[in-house]
C-alpha cells in the first residue's frame, strides 16, 4: 500500500519555467490538498480538491494550477517560476466526509527556484 | 480568520519526562477541530491526535494527550515519557467550520522538540 506519492522528490528550475508536481494516491479518498511550507514555517494550503473534477483555492493560490480529472490523480502546475515559489510542497489525502478523519501526508517535493 | 499561535519556537527535554506542547487558536466558528502533527527530520507529517470542539472528552492516544481548555481557546499537547524519537517539529492545526466538509487546515508555526539522553 503506497499510500500517497508525490513526483519528483527534489528538482530545480530557473525562473519564468514551468513544471507540474506530480501527486497520486491509491486508498480511494475523495479530498485531496496541495500545501506549501516555507523554511521554518508551517504548511499552508495552495489548493484542495472534494472530488474528481472538483477543485477550490486555498490559501495561498497565486501562481499555480490544479485539475483533478481522477479520483487518483492530483497535479499542481505552477506556470512562471518565481523565486519566492520556493518550497517544500506537500500533498495530503483523506477519506471521506467527516473532518474529523487526519489527513495522509506523501513525503513532499523539495523545489528550488534560482 | 482563523488563526493558530505555537509561542514556543523550541523546547529541550530530558528523556523519560514529560512535556506540553502549546497551542492557542482563534476561531469565531463554534465547530471546529484540532489536529496535532509531528514532522521528523526526514520530513513527513505524521498525525498524533485530533480533538473535536463538541467533544466531551480530552483526546489520548498512546502516550499523546491532549489538554483541550475551550474557554481558554487552547489544545496543548502532552507527550508523557518522552522518548528520543520524540525529537521532532510538532505543528498544531485547525479546521473549521461544520464537521461534514472540506477540512481546509490552518497551521501554527511549529514547535521543535529535543530529547537529550
Known amino acids: 500500500n503506497a499510500g500517497v506519492t508525490q513526483t519528483p522528490k527534489f528538482r530545480i528550475l530557473k525562473i519564468g519555467q514551468s513544471m507540474t508536481l506530480q501527486c497520486a494516491q491509491d486508498m480511494n479518498h475523495n479530498y485531496m490538498y496541495w500545501y506549501r511550507q516555507d523554511p521554518g514555517m508551517g504548511l499552508k494550503l495552495i489548493y484542495y480538491s472534494v472530488g474528481a473534477g472538483i477543485t477550490d483555492k486555498g490559501e495561498v493560490p497565486n501562481g499555480y494550477n490544479v485539475s483533478r480529472s481522477t479520483t487518483e490523480d492530483f497535479p499542481l502546475r505552477l506556470e512562471l517560476a518565481a523565486p519566492s515559489q520556493t518550497s517544500v510542497y506537500f500533498c495530503a489525502s483523506r477519506p471521506g466526509h467527516y473532518s474529523n478523519q487526519p489527513q495522509h501526508f506523501g513525503d513532499g517535493t523539495r523545489l528550488s527556484i534560482l | ?117
Open chain 2, 1 to 117: 480568520a482563523q488563526k493558530i499561535t505555537q509561542t514556543q519556537p523550541g523546547m529541550f527535554v530530558q528523556e523519560k519526562e514529560a512535556v506540553t506542547l502549546d497551542c492557542t487558536y482563534d476561531t469565531s466558528d463554534q465547530s471546529y477541530g484540532l489536529f496535532w502533527y509531528k514532522q521528523p527530520s526526514s520530513g513527513e507529517m505524521i498525525f498524533l491526535i485530533y480533538q473535536g470542539s463538541y467533544d466531551e472528552q480530552n483526546a489520548t492516544e498512546g502516550r499523546y494527550s491532549l489538554n483541550f481548555q475551550k474557554a481558554r481557546k487552547s489544545a496543548n499537547l502532552v507527550i508523557s515519557a518522552s522518548q528520543l524519537g520524540d525529537s521532532a517539529m510538532y505543528f498544531c492545526a485547525m479546521r473549521e467550520g461544520r464537521i461534514q466538509g472540506a477540512q481546509k487546515l490552518v497551521f501554527g508555526q511549529g514547535t521543535r522538540l529535543t530529547i537529550n539522553p
